[in-house]
């Protein structure tokens, strides 16, 4: 019983790792190799001695050993770079179990532990190689993508300078960001406030209009605007007006339609019925416009801009007079002298003798509907400025210089202000303030142009405004007792000529309750004239008053005959939107000429031609409907 008791101990000596790795019972050797190492199962005489066969069975376990080992070794690093399924699973312990029961050794033990190793780290470090190759690649690619928008972006790149920042800068620095698009930068100089003639003055706490009071309701951009920037309408309060020629009321408003018409009418006949019929053919005209500019069309000159909206006869009436005019289709003089004239005089402090064309517009407004901003009508110029994120510069601008005559010019614009002197280049200028004579010279001076600018037309009329707080001498005009002063506004024939207008204003934010000062309180009344009044002027028009504020500047131009209407394009990109002031010159039509410059630069940028100048525009534009 022994020697089968040793047989079954050889065995299980012979693999004593298989339990000890897969946590198994050790497992006998197969029957050919048991039947060798035992002598109950028939050893014959040439066997090798039980030490001998010991030894062998040894090198032979230990050989079986080094190759598990070195498959469990490379199984493992194989797994950790791959992923591969960890080596001392199952299934690899039963594959090696399997290799350790070859009878024979292999010849080579093959590729060495490190050298497999070192493979593994060579092919995951070419991986990297080539993922680190490929982004970087993409980089390569990305950075030149952004370095070609980049170049794009700053060769597209267009910086504008508006000079001025009322209400004709305000408009044409929007109108350029409408067009061009939102990525324009432009810098608006300004030397004096945000608004330009559209001010206003605070007098006891409370602010009021110094400067364009109100705009007709056919002020179509100016409407626009207000809808944009939500703005609200001021509430309308209510007064009569009169006419006063220096001795006594020459015409009086009352409460009622039908007594003003026949008053008129027994005064002057059928003269307002022609008077309306023609300012009215004249506006519906000029209307066009609106079309025009919604197509697109733009005019390099005054003179083109009038003719397309009433051909010759537009033209025609910068040169002739409004009272001869006025004459022709059958105003008598009277009503010329009466009326007509004390419209024009607060409008734009000028007689009759003005051209027909700015007295047209003149006593349109003096039609129809008014109506002002709420809190004041300076607030669309800041809000348009707002709106177009416009980078606003104090200071005074004294020069365009033009840089390059090369392709599409560049401008250089020198400016001062307080801090000191500045400049910088610019694609695009428009000139939104007035070019008048001064002394012989314009305010800026344009260097490298040839031929010469000379942009300069003519003198401007001076316009003081006057608020008076305090108590009207309604003794001046007829009515010793105050309470019985009926009206809130008076204009002026041709005399007296210290003031044009009179007004009882109200403040520009009124509240629901708010009601008219009575003639006997004190007041706050706005005196237009065109000098300072003097002290004695203001006591002849006042009792008493608290204070007194005042407003100066060059509000209009001296109108009169001009052999050649100014042009809005000086140069290439190079514009002055007040050119339309020598025909004309309202809030709306600064707005209409804003309009005009920024699609003239729109069209010359883009080489759109096509849309500039064009003969019969109204015959087109119904083409185009």
């Known amino acids: 019983m022994r020697p089968r008791a040793r047989a079954r101990t050889t065995g299980s000596v012979a693999f004593p790792f298989r339990g000890a790795l897969g946590g198994e019972r050790p497992r006998r050797l197969p029957g050919s190799v048991v039947s060798r190492f035992s002598p109950s199962f028939g050893a014959s005489a040439h066997a090798l001695p039980p030490s001998a066969e010991i030894g062998n069975m040894a090198a032979r376990s230990v050989w079986a050993v ?114 061009f698009g939102p990525r324009v930068q432009i810098d608006v100089f300004e030397k004096g406030t945000v608004g330009g003639r559209l001010a206003t003055i605070s007098v006891n706490k409370q602010h009021y209009e110094s400067g364009a009071a109100s705009f ?9 605007f207000v809808k944009q920037l939500g703005l609200r309408h001021r509430r309308e309060v209510v007064g009569r ?34 008077l309306q019929m023609w300012v009215e053919e004249v506006m519906e005209k000029f209307m066009r416009i609106y079309k025009y500019q919604a197509h697109g069309y733009a005019f390099s000159g005054v003179e083109e801009l009038l003719y397309s909206l009433g051909e010759s006869a537009f033209v025609n009436m910068t040169q002739r007079s409004v009272a001869e005019s006025l004459l022709q289709v ?32 003149s006593l349109a407004g003096a039609q129809g509907s008014l109506w002002s901003v709420e809190g004041g009508n300076k607030l669309v110029c800041s809000g348009l400025l707002k709106l177009t994120k416009a980078n606003v510069i104090h200071a005074t601008v004294t020069s365009v210089t033009l840089q390059n005559t090369e392709g599409k010019p560049l401008y250089y614009v020198e400016y001062e202000n307080e801090v000191g002197n500045g400049s910088d280049f610019y694609d695009i200028v428009v000139i939104a303030t007035p070019l008048h004579l001064d002394n012989g010279s314009s305010g800026i001076t344009f260097e490298g142009f040839d031929p010469p600018i000379d942009a300069a037309q003519g003198s401007f009329q001076p316009t003081v405004v006057s608020l008076v707080h305090g108590y009207l001498n309604s003794s001046y005009f007829g009515f010793p007792d105050p309470k019985l002063f009926p009206f809130a506004s008076i204009l002026t024939t041709d005399f007296p000529n210290f003031f044009c207008s009179l007004d009882n204003i109200c403040p520009v934010n009124i509240s629901a309750n708010f009601r008219r000062k009575q003639p006997q309180e004190a007041a706050v009344w706005r005196v237009q004239s065109p000098k300072p009044l003097l002290r004695s002027q203001l006591k002849t028009l006042f009792r008493s008053y608290y204070s007194v504020q005042t407003a100066e500047w060059r509000a209009h131009p001296v109108y009169g005959p001009h052999s050649t209407l100014p042009r809005f394009a000086l140069h290439d990109q190079l514009f002055h939107l007040n050119a339309l002031e020598w025909a ?42």
């Open 216 to 224: 007709h309701s056919l002020s179509l951009h100016m409407q626009d």
């Open 66 to 179: 080094r190759r598990l080992v070195q498959r469990l070794l490379a199984s493992k690093a194989a797994s950790e770079g791959r992923g591969w399924p960890h080596s001392f699973s199952t299934a690899t312990q039963r594959t090696a179990g399997e290799d350790c029961s070859s009878e024979d050794p292999p010849d080579e033990l093959g590729p060495s532990l490190a050298e497999r190793t070192l493979k593994l780290k060579a092919v995951k470090l070419e991986k990297e190689v080539q993922d680190l190759t490929m982004r970087y690649q993409r980089a390569v690619a990305d950075g030149e993508n952004i370095r070609r928008r980049t170049q794009r972006c700053v060769e597209d790149a267009k910086i504008f300078a508006v000079v001025g920042a009322g209400i004709g800068g305000s408009a044409v620095a929007h109108f350029l960001q409408q067009h």
């Open 241 to 274: 007006s009169a006419i006063f020629s220096g001795e006594h009321f020459v015409l009086e408003e009352t409460d009622w339609y039908l007594l003003n018409l026949f008053r008129l009418w027994w005064h002057y006949g059928i003269s307002f019925l022609r």
């Open 584 to 625: 004309a010159s309202s809030v709306e039509v600064m707005a209409v000429a804003a309009k005009n410059v920024a699609l003239l630069a729109y069209n010359r940028w883009y080489q759109d031609l096509d849309k500039i100048d064009q003969k019969d525009l109204m015959h087109k534009v119904k083409t185009e409907l």
């Open 330 to 361: 059958g105003v008598t003089q009277r009503f010329i002298d009466d009326v007509v004239s004390a419209v024009l005089r607060a409008s734009y402090g000028q007689s009759a003798a003005m051209p027909a064309f700015a007295g047209a517009m």
